[in-house]
Every structure is written in C-alpha cells, then in structure tokens.
C-alpha cells in the first residue's frame, strides 16, 4: 500500500497507472476518474446500496464495500475493515437465530447498549470542561491496530505484528484475546474498552486456534491460555464462524444493519447527531480534525502522529442523512417458500451436439448484462443473456432464453475468437483482461497459470505465464483459482494436492490416495474435494480435515454458491443434486435428466440452477435455497436441545 503526501501527487500517479481500482466490481465504470472520487463520490455513484436493498449481495459483502470506499483495508491496521457486535447471547447451549433476544441493537454504538454505560458517558461529555480539546464520549476507539492484532495474534503475519508491537513479548495474559463471552461481557462493563468486530470473525476459524503452539502466558485464575474459549452452542471454531455468518445475514440483522451504518458511515458519525446517538469519540481519531501540513515542529508532528496511532481512525462519512433500510423478504420476494410444481423449467437444445464442458452464470463483472457463459467440447464459446439474445465464438448456436427475467441490450457485436488453445475460459473483449485457467496436463506435471492479456495474434499462441507452480509428481486432474485470496488450488491423480500462492510460493499439501476430480475454494476459505468421483472431503486452509461423505453416484461435475453453504453437482446418471458444505450431506436432488451432467452453475440470483449435459444441451432448475437454510436452521435448533 502506498501512503502518497498530498492529492495532487496521487492524481500525478493515476495518470500513469493503467486503468485500476474498485470500478467494475461495485457498478462504476473503470475509468482514472472514478480513481479519483472522493469516498462519497465513489459511495453515491455506486450501485451496490441499492443492490443490497434488493437483496442482491449479502451483509457480509455490503459491509465490506463500505469499508473500503470508507478507506479500511486490510493493509493497513491502523484503518482495518469494522464489522459489528451482532450477538449477545454467548452462554446458552443453543442458538435460536428467530429470537430477537439474542441479537444486539444496532441503533446504539457498543458503549451505550446498557443504561448505566450510556449515562456515564454522557455525563463525561457534558462535564468536560478542557477549552483545548473538544468534549467526547469515549476516550478510545472501537478500531485500533492494538485491537486487530489481538483479536489475531494466533496465526502469522499477525503474530509476529503482535509481538513487534509488545517489544518482542505477548501481552499481559488478563489482556489477551481468551474467550468470546468474556470478550463480549468486557465491551458491556469496561468504560475503555468499546471495540467492535473485524470480519476475519465471520470467515476465519484458524483464528481461534493456536495451530503454532504459542506460550500465551497463564491467567490470573490459572488459566493457561491456548486455543479461544467458544460459546456452548458453538462445537468448534469452523461451526461457530458458520453460525456467527448466518446471524449476520439474519432478517434480524438486516433490518437494523442500516442504523449501525449511520453511526459508523453514516450522519451519526459526528455532529450534533452523535452527541444525540451518545457516538463522540476523542477528536483526533476524525478525518480532518487536525492538519499535519501546518505543524512545522517535528517533535510535535510524530506526538500527534502517534496518538492517531494509538486513538483509533474513525472511516470517511459516507453519508449526511439517514441509510435507507433493507426490503424485507416477504416485499421481495412474496412467493419464496412456494414449491414449484416441477423443478425442470427449460431444456434447450443446441445445434451443435458436443458436451458442454463448461458453464458460468453472470461469474464476470466485465460483462455489461447478466450472461451465462458455455464452452462446448469442440471450443465452441457462447455469451448468452437471459433475454433472447446471444453472441458466440467459433460457430453459431441457438439462444439462452429465460421469459421471466429482464434481460438488456440485444444489438451486441457478436465475439470471434481463435480458439484453437485449450482455456476454459476466453474474454470476447480483447482490451479485457481475463484469467486463464490451464488443467496440466503436460508431461512435466508443471501448473501454468497465464493472464490473456489481448488477442491471440497467431493462432496457438500462448501468453507467458505469470508464475509456474512445482511439486507434483504425477499428473493434474483438477484446479481452483481463488482471485480474491490469491491462492490456487491443485489435484492430481495420486491424490496429492496443493496450495500455492499465484505468485508461486507453496502453503500446503494434502495427500490423498485416489485421483482428485474436482476441487473448490469457498469465500470463507473452506476447501472442497472429490476423491475418484464418490467420495467428498471438506478442509480448512491449515490442513485440517473438517467432514467426510460418500455418494453412489459417480459426480462429473461440481460448482459452490456465492454464500459457500451449498455445492450443485452433477453425475454420470443425468442426476443435479444440492449439497450442505458444512456439515457436508446431500440435501435435495432434482428429477433426472437423459444425459450425463458435464457442468453446473448458479445464476447470479440464486434462483436456477443450469446443467450442461453431455448431448449438448442445457437444462435449467428452479431453485430456492432459502427452503434449506430455514430448514435446516430450525433442525439445527431440534437436534442441540436434544
């Protein structure tokens, strides 16, 4: 990350750079200008408020939009990503996410949820009489970087981070990061201790555990410190950040999310509504509340430099009036828990007769309309939109056609590409850049990973790899790319495989003993497998194995939903069946089909399911997954009371 003096040597900056930045990804053209927008210029230009009204992106996933456009980022700990207290129940044995008991209020910041808290920081602000600082409610922060490495310092770089902040040692064990209850009762009594979440909470289980075997001390009541202490209704780490997310994208959660986002974004941030919402904090941790340029002394620079250090930063206000809130369920979709009558709602047939070997439904943020992708065996390469229009590459092929669905523009120009290389995936737009997923089958049992950068000039060329990944020694049956983690996975037919990172370095290795069909990577970092087509295995990112099942069926194909709850496959059989990651069972299968199933995708709104079958067709699925999650929630609940 590059910390640059003043606006005009950044604008300097972004004139040389190639078009970059958050763009695309939250419906902004990617363009030097929109670089240059301000954080509410990038926030009121965004689509994505008006998506996660509609429900078209999770909570998990709006959040994180707000940090960034906020200026949070991972890279730096002084400004990391905030997420919200959301539960307050961390003693029971069960956890019922229809009880609104359970859940925090949102409308309050962290330090005034209780009566007495809210009036002793009140009558701190409306005592304080120091004519050279401002009044404050809270003298420290909910987001410091003493705070982010606490709540990581079991798992590396943060540990060390930790360490170097601690002059080499850990922390006194009393202040150590032990256990979530303790943690939560802390912010509710502790006058200075209001800190809030970081989203690791909500995707990293590693986190709870002390893989690395570190001496954290032993507590006062002689306690040694280990692995975090969870709540009863969590049985491990991996089951409590699954819970932890599932609260997160509770309708209890999301029909008060927008009132925390006025206090942390939003116009209760400062101002006379934030003396109103008891959310003043100490002055310094505000943008703009001092001007580092005028302070020529040195020594008094660094002083104010490090007490913005260790006060905390409080994000950019993104807006100067209320957050709208959520649509309800119900209001978007009314007939959600209605059953259709038959699964099945499309079969088309192509002209072409070779298998559809590859489908994406609405995967890339350069296409301008929601598109479904399809590669046949023969290379034949397709957009097809929802609507009645399509474009192709190599030969034309009939259209994907889904009434119901408001699709755009038909009048695009059609897409030729010289597909006579072996990628699974091609950009019909040359000036943009698409990854290019190569399936090694070369005799070194070396894995290339390419970047297509613009139009093969010759047929057959191939661009040069970005980085060249060793260590099998039989050859790749199957690949994962993760982009947003830089990680890539890979199978082979010993069973071994292996974690890199995209610039090469290796993280892991699995050995197994059968052929590795098919490999998946959820956002959360959970790794799916399949063994010789019948035998599932799920895994964490340290190694560690997290559930087993096995199937009759022999799986051709497999893909993960967005949220990484649930994986489609499809089987030799003409069976599509849905599947619960965590923990792993089959769940449901649709009525089977008269073909082989050679890919499967999710359409963007989670609503169909599409099969690419090995007669050359595709079949389309009506799905509701929102059947299974109330389900499944409600049996969850059953089974810990029993």
């Given at each position: ?8 040597t ?22 030097r200008?929109?670089?240059l927008m301000?954080?509410r ?8 408020c ?62 005034a ?36 490495l ?26 150590v ?16 201790d ?29 306690v ?64 703009g509340a ?5 302070i ?37 979709a ?29 995967t ?69 850049p ?7 089958d ?50 082979c ?36 497998a ?39 496959t ?23 089909v ?20 090995d ?28």
């Open positions: 990350m590059f910390a640059f003096p003043d606006q005009e950044v604008r300097n900056v972004v004139y040389q750079l190639p078009r970059v930045g958050v763009g695309v990804k939250y419906g902004l053209p990617q363009s200008k929109t670089s301000t954080p210029q990038l926030f009121k230009h965004s689509d994505m008006l998506k996660w009204q509609k429900r078209e992106i999770s909570n998990f996933d709006y959040l994180m939009f707000l940090n960034t456009v906020a200026g949070r980022t991972f890279n730096d700990l002084n400004q990391y990503p905030v997420f919200p207290w959301i539960l307050t129940n961390y003693s029971s044995e069960t956890l019922d996410l229809n009880v609104a008991a359970n859940f925090r209020d949102l409308s309050k910041p962290i330090g949820l209780s009566e007495s808290r809210r009036k002793f920081f009140q009558e701190r602000y409306t005592s304080w009489e120091d004519e050279t600082i401002p009044a404050f409610h809270y003298g420290t922060h909910y987001s410091t970087q003493a705070f982010t606490n709540w990581l310092m079991r798992v590396e770089p943060f540990t060390t981070m930790f360490l170097d902040m601690q002059n080499g040692r850990f922390d006194h064990p009393d202040r990061f032990h256990s979530i209850a303790e943690t939560w009762e802390r912010c509710q009594k502790d006058s200075h209001v800190k809030e979440l970081i989203p690791e909470l909500f995707y990293l289980p590693e986190m709870m555990r002390n893989n690395n075997g570190f001496e954290l001390g032993t507590r006062s009541d002689g040694k410190i280990g692995d975090v202490v969870l709540p009863k209704w969590a049985s491990s780490p991996e089951e409590f950040v699954l819970l932890h997310r599932q609260a997160l994208e509770s309708d209890l959660v999301s029909c008060q999310l927008n009132q925390w986002i006025d206090l942390i974004f939003g116009y209760k941030q400062k101002g006379p509504e934030a003396v109103r919402a008891t959310n003043v904090f100490y002055y310094l941790t505000y943008e001092v001007c580092l340029k005028s020529e002394n040195t020594a008094q620079l660094e002083a104010v430099q490090q007490q913005i250090q260790s006060f905390g930063q409080t994000p950019v206000q993104l807006l100067a009036e209320a957050h709208p809130p959520r649509h309800s369920v119900m209001t978007m009314p007939l959600m828990f209605r059953r259709c009558e038959d699964d099945l709602c499309m079969l088309m047939k192509f002209i072409s007769n070779s298998p559809v070997v590859y489908l994406a439904a609405n890339f943020q350069q296409l301008p309309q929601p598109t479904v992708v399809s590669v046949a065996q023969n290379l034949v390469f397709a957009l097809n939109r929802w609507d009645n229009s399509y474009t192709y590459g190599a030969a034309p092929r009939s259209a994907l056609s889904l009434g119901n669905e408001k699709g755009g523009d038909s009048d695009s120009a059609s897409t030729e590409l010289p597909l006579t290389v072996d990628p699974l995936l091609a950009s019909g737009n040359p000036s943009v698409v990854a290019r997923r190569h399936l090694g070369s005799l070194d049992h070396r894995l290339t990973q390419g970047f297509v950068a613009g139009e093969y000039n010759t047929p057959g060329e191939t661009p040069s790899p970005r980085a060249i990944l060793t260590g099998h020694e039989a050859a790749i049956s199957a690949l994962a790319v993760s982009a947003e983690h830089g990680l890539v996975l890979s199978g037919e010993d069973g071994t495989i292996l974690m890199h990172t995209t610039a090469g370095e290796q993280l892991r290795r699995w050995n197994g003993r059968q052929r590795v069909s098919q490999l998946m990577m959820s956002r959360e970092c959970v790794v799916m399949i063994y010789g087509h019948h035998r599932f295995i799920t895994l964490s990112t340290t190694a560690n194995q997290l559930d087993e099942a096995v199937t009759d069926e022999k799986i051709e194909c497999a893909c993960l939903t967005r949220d990484g709850e649930y994986v489609i499809g089987s030799e059989n003409g069976r599509c069946a849905v599947w619960r990651l965590f923990p792993l069972q089959k769940l449901y299968s649709f009525q089977q008269d073909s082989a199933i050679r890919s499967v995708a999710v359409s963007a709104n989670h609503r169909f399911v599409l099969a690419g079958l007669s050359g067709s595709i079949v389309v699925f009506n799905v509701d997954f929102n059947r299974w999650h109330y389900e499944y929630k409600t049996r969850y609940q059953v089974q810990k009371k029993i």
